[in-house]
């Protein structure tokens, strides 16, 4: 509210000073003429003496110049006594709008192109003062014990809780077993004891040392975060890290990074992030909905103009449109797939898609016995995700479906 209230009195200030210059103008201009001219014919008179006395000219001629010179002199003091209040009403008017103009004009365009809020730093200073808010921010065991002490999740059982207790025990005496440890910490983020369920995530890392995969560090870096109650420290930026480092398109990875940048002061970093996401899909993925609540406040902070883009359904032949196709005739069923498995390669051909539509293009085209078609889809998809671990491994499972894959 103090911005705010400092901004109107500038605006204010600025507007009062302009109107007083154009006041100023506007007599100055109007006295200054009337005076500039009765200077002038005064003049005119005392040089027509002066001739009149040297003889330069005949009294005749020095009376009619005396005549006309003191009738312009009446002229002028009649028009600068009546010039003043006729403009006296309209220069407030003026004034008016213009102190109008300058307030108003000026609060809409920092509404429009401003950020309230923020100090005055360049672009170099911010993103320097971001970095060091990243490298100062608290870390995991500061945030975890900031908050309140996690409530009991809801529909645990007597039962549940025993099991739990069990599994507990019977893990901590097998510090070396692996499934052991997953069972844990899944079991423990299913009740909402995310701290625990890092610490046997941790574990799991331990184990399998060099062989952790991206979705390991992914779970380890998410359990933290969740621990922390969605703020991501340091620690859980390092899991991060090292999901990306495994696999650079690791959705959840990308997503949780982006989220770190939002609360260090980079939004235009997040909705760089954020914005690839979406638009690579699939709109099934569990960080897409998070991506889709959060992406239009980001975007504003980061000064994009953005529009969101829509969710994409998945069009071609699903299994329950083969399925209901069962009833048909044998032509029948093999044209209807056929309208459907060309509509879907026209979609992927000019407009991409995700993974899951071209596995269902590949396994489509199997079953119309179109296998040469199946393959040169399946080659082309290996060459759209290249680097996408994930969505390689929906293509291959495809391919190994269709009987294509090598």
């Not at 005549?67 to 008016?96: F, M, N």
């Not at 235009?268 to 638009?279: C, K, S």
């Amino acid at each position: 509210m103090t911005f705010w209230i400092i901004t109107c009195a500038m605006a204010i200030m600025v507007a009062a000073l302009l109107g007083r210059a154009m006041a100023r103008g506007a007599r100055v201009g109007t006295e200054d003429a009337a005076s500039y001219d009765l200077r002038v014919y005064r003049d005119q008179l005392a040089e027509v003496e002066r001739d009149v006395a040297r003889g330069v000219i005949p009294a005749e001629d020095a009376e009619r110049a005396r005549t006309e010179i003191s009738r312009r002199i009446l002229a002028v003091g009649s028009t600068a006594g009546k010039a003043p209040a006729a403009g006296r009403g309209s220069p407030r008017v003026l004034y008016g709008l213009l102190a109008l103009v300058v307030v108003a004009g000026s609060l809409l365009l920092y509404r429009t192109v401003g950020a309230p809020g923020y100090g005055d730093l360049g672009l170099a200073d911010r993103i320097a003062f971001a970095e060091e808010m990243r490298e100062n921010r608290p870390s995991q065991q500061t945030a975890e014990e900031s908050l309140p002490p996690m409530p009991a999740e809801p529909g645990i059982t007597e039962e549940f809780q025993t099991l739990m207790t069990r599994l507990r025990e019977t893990v901590a005496t097998r510090p070396e077993d692996l499934q052991g440890h997953r069972l844990l910490a899944s079991n423990e983020a299913r009740i909402g004891n995310f701290s625990a369920a890092a610490v046997a995530q941790q574990e799991v890392l331990r184990i399998k040392g060099e062989s952790a995969t991206a979705a390991d560090y992914s779970d380890y870096g998410e359990f933290l975060i969740l621990a922390a109650g969605g703020y991501v420290s340091p620690q859980a930026e390092t899991a991060l890290r090292a999901a990306l480092a495994r696999d650079a398109q690791d959705g959840r990875a990308r997503y949780y990074v982006g989220l770190m940048m939002v609360q260090t002061g980079r939004p235009d970093v997040a909705f760089r992030i954020w914005d690839g996401l979406l638009r690579r899909g699939p709109e099934d993925s569990p960080w897409i909905a998070p991506i889709r609540a959060q992406i239009m406040p980001v975007a504003a902070l980061a000064g994009v103009d953005y529009e969101m883009p829509q969710p994409t359904a998945a069009r071609g032949p699903s299994a329950e449109d083969i399925e209901a196709a069962a009833e048909m005739s044998a032509q029948d069923r093999m044209e209807m797939i056929g309208g459907m498995v060309a509509g879907l390669s026209d979609r992927l051909a000019t407009e991409g898609g995700p993974a899951t539509d071209w596995a269902r293009l590949i396994t489509s085209l199997a079953v119309l016995d179109r296998g040469e078609e199946a393959r040169r889809i399946y080659d082309n998809a290996l060459e759209v995700f290249d680097g996408d671990a994930a969505a390689l491994d929906i293509i291959n499972r495809a391919g190994q479906q269709a009987g294509v894959a090598e």
